[in-house]
């Protein structure tokens, strides 16, 4: 599996990338004006709040490249300085099915209360799924089953001046993708599903994926979870889940003393989350926590 990647940045532990639906759109369109560019591959991606995580394909150079041309572009956004990049090889088949489905497992991952197929920001949904038809109508082409509206242009019809105002970018290799009513480049259009479709062959090989959680495993392996920093939202939904699955208890105010502490175990080994925010989120003493650690 040579020239294959899981790329990942450290999550903001103070600010958000995304804070709004035309943040996420931006960072969209950011994802194949830079791919382009450094001529690689997207087979999956996931844009988070706080971090992003791609798998891709092409030298390393060209990926390193890629990632740093990605986050500059981000930094109209936030502060990204002081987040770092991971950035793994990946060497085998296994792994890679892997690293796919736990980079489009994010969302539940965090608590969001969504399934990846409908999490808007990735590209759970795209493999696997009905060929989509076009039919075209003057400059604009109707799409039939697009998710963010019916009607999509072409790229290359917009003008030079909104193209630059959309793209950042002075790129015309863009322009035969197809841009939604929200002026946002279909994903459809440049990750490349077939190759993910290829790996799989199967739906039901990538809902597996996707399904199990081996993110303690991926963490300890390659070192990419424990530097990804999660904000208190994400990760409020996935406390309630703990909870239940742990202590059948509905709420982390339901629990005893002790079972928070159980608690603020678990979590420090699944998501590597430790200090002040640990504290917060169980509502535990800090002292106590850097002891039993």
């Given amino acids: 599996m040579e020239n294959h990647w899981h790329i990942c940045t450290e999550g903001l532990e103070k600010d958000v990338i995304f804070r709004s639906r035309q943040d996420y759109i931006d960072g969209m369109n950011c994802i194949p004006v830079c791919a382009v560019q450094h001529k690689i591959t997207i087979l999956a991606f996931c844009l988070m709040s706080n971090h992003v995580h791609f798998i891709v394909r092409g030298n390393k150079v060209s990926c390193r490249q890629f990632i740093f041309q990605y986050r500059r572009k981000l930094s109209r956004l936030a502060d990204l300085s002081r987040s770092g990049t991971t950035m793994r090889p990946i060497e085998d088949m296994g792994y890679l099915m892997k690293a796919i489905g736990y980079v489009l497992r994010n969302p539940v991952s965090a608590g969001l209360g969504i399934m ?5 920001w990735s590209s759970a949904s795209l493999y696997f799924r009905e060929k989509l038809y076009f039919r075209e109508k003057s400059e604009e ?4 089953g697009n998710r963010f509206g019916k009607t999509v242009r072409k790229v290359g019809s917009l003008s030079y001046r909104t193209k630059r105002e959309l793209l950042h970018s002075q790129t015309d ?34 809902l597996y994926a996707i399904s199990r959680n081996e993110n303690l495993e991926m963490e300890l392996d390659n070192g990419i979870l424990h530097k990804t920093k999660y ?36 979590l420090h080994k699944k998501y590597g989350i430790a200090g002040k925010q640990l504290s917060r989120l169980t509502n535990t003493d800090l002292a106590i926590l850097k002891k039993i650690l």
């Fill in 116 to 120: 990846p197929g409908n999490y808007t």
């Fill in 141 to 144: 082409t109707i799409h039939e």
């Fill in 173 to 206: 290799l863009l322009d035969d993708c197809l841009i939604s009513e929200e002026n946002m480049i279909l994903p459809e259009c440049y990750v490349d599903t077939e190759a993910v479709e290829n790996i799989f062959r199967t739906p039901a090989r990538l």
């Fill in 231 to 266: 904000s208190d939202n994400e990760l409020y939904g996935s406390i309630t889940g703990l909870c239940q699955e742990n202590f059948h208890k509905n709420r982390i105010e339901e629990l005893s003393i002790e079972q928070r502490y159980s608690l603020a175990k678990i």
